[in-house]
C-alpha cells in the first residue's frame, strides 16, 4: 500500500497493521457545551494479492510435492494431481476468527498465515465435524456476521477437500 510510509514485508507489515490511529469526533450535549471525544481505530492494511492455498495430492505419491509447495505453476494455478482452492488475506481473516482458531484448538495444530500446516489422515475426521459445526453455526446467525456468505462458501470447499482427502487417505495442506 503506497500509503503507508516505508517499505513493510511479512512480519513488519503485519506490525504496522497493528498499528492504532486516533480519530477526533466533536459532538453537541443538549446544553450546547460541545465535547470532544477520542475514538481509537483498528486500522488494517490486507494484501489482496497474496494468495492462501487449501490443497490436497490426489495421490499419496505426490504428498512430498505438496509438503514442498510444489503443487502450483507459475501462473498461481495448482497442477494436475492435486486439488484445492486459494483465497486472499480478507477471507482468511474470516475463516481464522470462524473456523481455523476452532481446528487450532481441538485438532492441537497452528494455522496461521506465516507458514504451512497440515491435517494428517487421523485428524481428518475431526476437522470435519469441527467445520461441519461452525458451517451450522454460521448459518444460524448469518444475519449477525459480516461476509457470512463469503465464509459458508469458502468453508464448504474446505469441507469438501477435508471429506475427499479421507476417500483417498491423505492430507489435506493449507499452504499460506
Known amino acids: 500500500d503506497p500509503s503507508i510510509p516505508g517499505k513493510f514485508q511479512g512480519a513488519e507489515r503485519r506490525a504496522e497493521n497493528l498499528r492504532l490511529t ?8 443538549r446544553d450546547g457545551l460541545i465535547m470532544t471525544k477520542y475514538i481509537i481505530h483498528h486500522v488494517e492494511y490486507l494484501d489482496l494479492n497474496h494468495r492462501y492455498y487449501v490443497v490436497i ?17 507459475d501462473d498461481g494455478d495448482i497442477k494436475e494431481g492435486f486439488e484445492g482452492f486459494w483465497f486472499n488475506e480478507k477471507v482468511f481473516l474470516l475463516m481464522e476468527k470462524y473456523l481455523f482458531n476452532y481446528i487450532d484448538d481441538e485438532c492441537k495444530l497452528i494455522i496461521t498465515m506465516y507458514e504451512e500446516e497440515y491435517i494428517f489422515p487421523e485428524k481428518l475426521r475431526q476437522a470435519l465435524e469441527i467445520t461441519n459445526r461452525q458451517i451450522l453455526a454460521v448459518e444460524k446467525d448469518a444475519d449477525k456476521i459480516p461476509d457470512s456468505d463469503v465464509f459458508l462458501e469458502t468453508a464448504g470447499k474446505i469441507k469438501a477437500l477435508i471429506e ?11 499452504c499460506f
Open 164 to 174: 475427499k482427502a479421507i476417500e483417498l487417505d491423505t492430507v489435506v495442506g493449507f
Open 57 to 73: 495430492a490426489l495421490k499419496k505419491e505426490l504428498e512430498d510435492s505438496l509438503f514442498d509447495c510444489h503443487f502450483f505453476d
Open 22 to 29: 486516533h480519530f477526533r469526533m466533536t459532538f453537541k450535549k
